[in-house]
């Protein structure tokens, strides 16, 4: 193996490393044109897409959506303001007898406990979204397992069930961020179909972003208040049936055993 830190050290110096046979003669030729061999091939190797690929492999990536063979989907609500659909979406949710995950603000399970608890009752799963919708990515690790830990704290308390899945506010994370609530034993989601219903779009155009893209093991983005995601849902809801689609809650969807998460935040088998 080259030793690389080596080559840098003398490099940082202003100097070439040159063995010390190689100061004469057709040896020191030959010496000096190894040199130049050694640092093209560290060249080569750290600018090389494998180089390249294996050190973006080391970031921390959350779950976007799910490699599975059977067709199986989520949908998720973000619930951080507003509660007046919270009983209209659970009486849809009812009438097709299917279970989502709702990522809830700690805030707004302190708000509104009995919505919380109503969800819980009727088998969805109630989920972090934070204490407080802060932009995580500019917290320090011990702000961020402190606000988490806030959020579950009073899901809990309204619930009875203490979350295992965290989604981050905005969908901003880096590093720290999955690295801190993996640390206190919590998957951070994200999704692969953005309804874009915060926008405030049609119930038409809603459907269709939805089911335009979906695939198995997708994981869809809605808002519990927006204005037309209750009348969306019917119709995606039967789309997925029709199709042979299972809806389940994430923490179905999801993996368990070994599993890695690609580039793209597909969690695959290991």
Partial sequence: ML?????????????????????GGRGGIW???????????????????????????????????????????????????????????????????????????????EKYPESARALREAGHEVMNHSDDHAHFTGLSAAEIAANVNACNNKIEAATGERPTLF?????EYNDNVIKTVKSLGMDTIQWNIDSLDWKGISASEITRRVTEKAEPGSIALFHNAAKHTPE???????????DGYSIVPVSELLLKGEYTIDHAGKQIPA
């Fill in 3 to 23: 030793n690389i830190s080596f080559f840098n050290r003398r490099r940082r110096r202003g100097t070439a490393y040159i063995p010390r046979k190689a100061k």
């Fill in 31 to 109: 010496a000096a044109a190894g040199s130049v061999l050694a640092v093209a091939v560290i060249f080569t190797v750290v600018n090389s897409p494998a180089f390249i690929g294996v050190s973006a492999m080391r970031r921390e990536f959350p779950i976007y959506c799910v490699k599975r063979d059977n067709k199986a989907v989520s949908l998720t609500f973000d619930a951080a303001w507003g509660d007046e659909d919270t009983g209209r979406l659970i009486e849809i949710f009812e009438q097709y007898g299917v279970r989502v995950t709702f990522f809830v603000v700690g805030e707004w399970a």
């Fill in 167 to 171: 989604r981050a506010p905005y969908g």
């Fill in 232 to 242: 969306a849902l019917p119709a995606i809801i039967e789309f997925f049936m029709r």
